[in-house]
Every structure is written in structure tokens, then in C-alpha cells.
């Protein structure tokens, strides 16, 4: 006599092991990707469509979905808050209208006390908790941007526990309200914060963000002195491979020097991802320096020197890593900004001797800028333009060891005949 064997299915497995296939696919970083600019998005689309399979799919893979995604909805009358936020910020919008959306553990509400009677429309998105600590950054480099700003804003943060029954207590633990609540430590100097709602917060976490609230911004001197540490630990890497190293070794080594300049870059407010750079806290360099080794220096003439550095290394770590056209991208991108700060518009050929700006303090890291450029284009096949930035080169580097290194790039760019 034959037996046959149950039919297996997904729901005949063992509850734990469902539980783990849900986890795969709704966990965060599954609908997570970074696109080319280097830019965050979502795409909760095959996580979502397990609630569409059956109702025992659905509420399984709904307890676990939520267990891992955790949302905030922000509630604010300027409408451009959200563009900043993606764009600056790199904080992604989850839901553009979010209105109507109800599983949200937290609500920020940014409004101007003093501009309440102006019946603005209130703009409300979704985003989610692990970006709130790129909102918090973002809103803090904003204030820095513009010191008029936060003196006239209120934060208003609500904790909900949107699923326990009318009947129960909400309830939110300790873990999930420091995730929600200690990216507004960095938000200073605001007219106004308080934690509303059914949901009380922990003293010590909300005692902990608004003393963070009020510590005092690191000086000028101290964020410029962490850039210099960090260009020189990217300066040491970049020449840490020998001749005997192998090319993954020296890869990894120049890759390293890359990402202590993008540290370098953000410990002077400078932003970097991928080719896109975000330059804040402008009015928080326009000042006269005070300590040393900056006393009586201008703020803002050592950052531009710092950024021209770090970019004359990164246009030497690109080479270093056979990548000319990001070498190239790089050092055409700060020429072009410095022929705009001069008023020379775009596409306009200056002779060499007017194209350098002889007065700028950074001429001889401008002067590499443009050497190191030259060697991008001739790598890429540019000739012509690289003979034109070597011209420029020569006058910001008129040492004898540059010129000789210029002279040898020359003869790279001459015209060959037959």
C-alpha cells in the first residue's frame, strides 16, 4: 500500500523559516539603491507586492515589513523643504503625499511661530528613520548656511506607536525612541522643540538631545586644523604603495586617500558625492581668525586654499588609479570656477598670462590643479587643451623642478608629423 506525501508550499514551512524569507526581502537595504550621482531612492515594490499573495502572507509579512521600516512623517508649510532635503541632503522622499499615509512611528513639525497667521498650505511627505540622521545633518549645515534661520523655527516631534489597539497604551521602547529622536540634537539654536503625544520620552534621551541642542559649534580654527589632518592622512596614503606592491594593494591604498579627502572635504562643510559637491556654511567662514596657527588669517581664504589642495590631490589619486577623465572632471570643475569668480564667461579664450590669477593665495596648489588637469586630457586623447592649461601651469609654477615636470608633459602634447 503507497502513501503520498503532503504537497509542500511555501506555508507548510516552518513559521521561522517564512519569517526569515520575509526578512530578506523587506529588510531596508533590499529596497535600498544609490543611482549614479550617487543619490539615494526607494523601491518598496517586491517587498510590498507579499502583501498581495494571500491574507496569512499578508499579515506575516506585515508584522515583519514594519519591524524593519520605520517611517516619520514631516509636516511643514515650505513646500521646498523636501527638494532640499533629496538634493543637499541626499534624504530620500518615501511618499511625496503623505496625507493619508497612518503607519508612521513619528511626526516633525517645522513651522515659524511668528508666521502662523500666513494660511500657508502645509506640505506633508514621508521619509524613512534611517535618514533622519541625514535630515538632522542637513537642517544643522542649513543653520550654519544661514544663522537667521533656526531663531525663527519650532520643531515638533510626536512619537506614535500607530499599531497597538485603540484600548492599549501606546507603547514605544527605549532603542526606538533614541533612533527617532537623537538626530534633533544637532538642530541648534531653535525658537522652539518639544516632544508631544500620548507617548512620554524617556528623560535621559530628550535631557540628551536638548543638551546637545545648545553645545557650542566647534571654531573655525578646529574644523580647519581636522582638514588638515585628514588631507595629510590621504596625502600619506596616496604615497604609502611601493614599487613592489601589487596593483590591488595600491589601489586600495589610493582608494583610501580618496575617502580621507571626502572626510577632509566634510570637516570644512564641504559635501562630496560622486560628482556632486554641496558647499555650506559660507557665513560661518566670514570671519577673521583669532587662534593659532590661523591668527589674523582670513577664514575663508584658508578654506579655498584647503579646497584647492584637496582637489590637486584628488586629480593625483585619479591618476594614480589610471582614471583620467575623473581626474580631468575634476580639475576642469574648479578652473571653470575660478574663471566665473574672475568674470570670464564660459567658452571665452584668456591668454595664459590672464587666465592665472597671480594675487591668489593658492596659486602654486592652483598652478597643480592645472598641471595634473593637462595630464588628465593628454591621457584622455585632448592635446590642444592640454598644451593651453600647461601654459597656465608654467606661470603658478615657476620653480625649476615644476618646470622641468611641466616641459616633459610638453613633449607629450607636440604635434606629430608623418
Known amino acids: 500500500m503507497t502513501t503520498t506525501s503532503p504537497s509542500l508550499s511555501f506555508l507548510t514551512l516552518p513559521p521561522e523559516i517564512r519569517e526569515q524569507v520575509y526578512t530578506l526581502i523587506c529588510r531596508p537595504s533590499e529596497s535600498r539603491s544609490i ?64 496625507a493619508k499615509f497612518t503607519k508612521h512611528r513619528l511626526v516633525v513639525g517645522i513651522d515659524a511661530p ?53 484600548w492599549e497604551t501606546p507603547f514605544m521602547a527605549k532603542a526606538m525612541q533614541r533612533k527617532l529622536l537623537e538626530p534633533w540634537g544637532k538642530v541648534r539654536g531653535l525658537v522652539d522643540f518639544r516632544v508631544i503625544g500620548q507617548i512620554t520620552p524617556y528623560a535621559s534621551l530628550l535631557a540628551g538631545v536638548k543638551a546637545t541642542q545648545i553645545e557650542a559649534e566647534p571654531s573655525v580654527e578646529s574644523c580647519l586644523s581636522e582638514c588638515v589632518r585628514l588631507k595629510a592622512l590621504g596625502n600619506d596614503a596616496l604615497k604609502r604603495p611601493a614599487l613592489h606592491d601589487n596593483d590591488a594593494v595600491k589601489h586600495a591604498a589610493y582608494h ?100 592665472a590669477a597671480t594675487g591668489l593665495e593658492a596659486g602654486k596648489e592652483m598652478g597643480r590643479v592645472y598641471y595634473r588637469t593637462a595630464v588628465a586630457c593628454l591621457e584622455c586623447g585632448e592635446r590642444q587643451e592640454a598644451r593651453r592649461l600647461l601654459a597656465v601651469a608654467k606661470i603658478y609654477l615657476p620653480g625649476e623642478g615644476d618646470q622641468k615636470a611641466i616641459g616633459e608633459v610638453e613633449q607629450g602634447c607636440a604635434l606629430r608629423v608623418g
Not at 590661523?294 to 593625483?316: F, G, W
Not at 589619486?317 to 571653470?336: H, N, V
Request: proline share 6%; charged share 25%.
Open 256 to 355: 583610501q586617500a580618496l575617502d580621507l579627502y571626502t572626510q577632509a572635504w566634510a570637516a570644512i562643510h564641504i559635501t562630496i558625492r560622486q560628482h556632486q559637491r554641496h558647499i555650506h556654511a559660507d557665513a560661518f567662514y566670514h570671519r577673521t581668525l583669532t587662534q593659532p596657527p590661523y591668527a589674523a588669517k582670513s577664514a575663508q581664504s584658508e578654506r579655498l586654499t584647503l579646497r584647492i589642495q584637496l582637489v590637486a590631490n584628488t586629480c593625483l589619486a585619479y591618476l594614480k588609479l589610471s582614471q583620467p577623465q575623473e581626474a580631468k572632471f575634476w580639475g576642469m570643475r574648479t578652473i571653470r570656477t575660478l574663471r566665473e569668480a574672475f568674470g570670464v564667461p564660459d567658452g571665452v579664450e584668456l591668454a595664459p598670462e590672464q587666465e
Open 35 to 98: 543611482d549614479d550621482e550617487g543619490y539615494t531612492t526607494y523601491d518598496f515594490r517586491p517587498a510590498l507586492s507579499l502583501f498581495h499573495i494571500n491574507r496569512q502572507i499578508h499579515d506575516e509579512a506585515h508584522k515583519v515589513f514594519y519591524s524593519l521600516n520605520t517611517f516619520a512623517r514631516v509636516e511643514t508649510p515650505w513646500q521646498q523643504s523636501r527638494e532640499h532635503l533629496q538634493f543637499e541632503g541626499d534624504v530620500p522622499t518615501v511618499i511625496r503625499n503623505g
Open 114 to 166: 511668528a508666521y502662523e497667521d500666513e494660511g500657508r498650505e502645509r506640505e506633508t511627505y514621508v521619509v524613512h528613520a534611517d535618514d533622519l540622521g541625514k535630515f538632522g545633518h542637513t537642517w544643522w549645515l542649513a543653520g550654519l548656511s544661514h544663522p537667521a534661520l533656526n531663531p525663527n523655527l519650532r520643531l515638533t516631534l510626536e512619537l506614535r506607536d500607530p499599531f497597538s489597539p485603540e
